[in-house]
């Protein structure tokens, strides 16, 4: 049976983002699960572990990101034996609705909603640090909604757009 995460079963109520790690020599207890109320993105920082979302098993390595939808049905667990990490990022849907309609305007959902699958993009070199700082960046600050819409915008202007779902309906100007 699927579990419904909900925001304010690992966030305080007036928090706007939360900024996580995870590894393979943790207990992950969430099992497969989706959200209520809130959206998240990983970034893988080592090794390799399997995402299953959807009823679908995809093998994540390092340098990849993840855009996870809150409607998304997802676990992760480990290749074999192998070692993994990465960084989660949850914030409210009410932060995504704000991006989107302040952005978005009349255009589909830039967060993968109109999508079969879940954004995902391999990182490297300078896009990779950059992510990487970014995160580093967005734990040490106050769980405020201002750090949270920095974050999304950069990560948004800074997309790769080879495999860049909506880069086509970006304005111009952004």
């Given amino acids: 049976m699927t579990q419904i995460l909900h925001w304010n ?101 830039f967060w993968g909603a109109d999508c079969d699958a879940s954004p995902l993009w391999t990182l490297e070199g300078s896009a990779l640090q950059r992510m990487e700082l970014r995160i580093a960046r967005l734990m040490t600050r106050p769980r405020k909604k201002i750090y949270i819409e920095q974050f999304l915008l950069d990560v948004l202007t800074d997309a790769p757009t080879q495999q860049n779902h909506f880069v086509s309906v970006m304005p111009d100007w952004l």
């Avoid at 390595?61 to 074999?80: K, S, T």
């Fill in 9 to 109: 079963d690992f966030s305080l109520k007036d928090e706007m983002f939360h900024v996580a790690g995870l590894s393979s020599d943790q207990t992950h207890e969430a099992g497969e699960h989706t959200h209520e109320g809130f959206a998240e993105c990983i970034l893988v920082i080592s090794g390799r572990l399997k995402h299953l979302i959807n009823g679908e098993e995809k093998v994540l390595r390092a340098g990849q990101f993840v855009m996870i939808r809150p409607e998304d049905r997802h676990d992760f667990r480990a290749v074999r034996a192998e070692k993994f990490s990465f960084r989660n990022v949850a914030f409210r849907t009410t932060t995504l609705d704000y991006i989107n309609n302040r952005y978005f305007p009349n255009q589909s959902d």
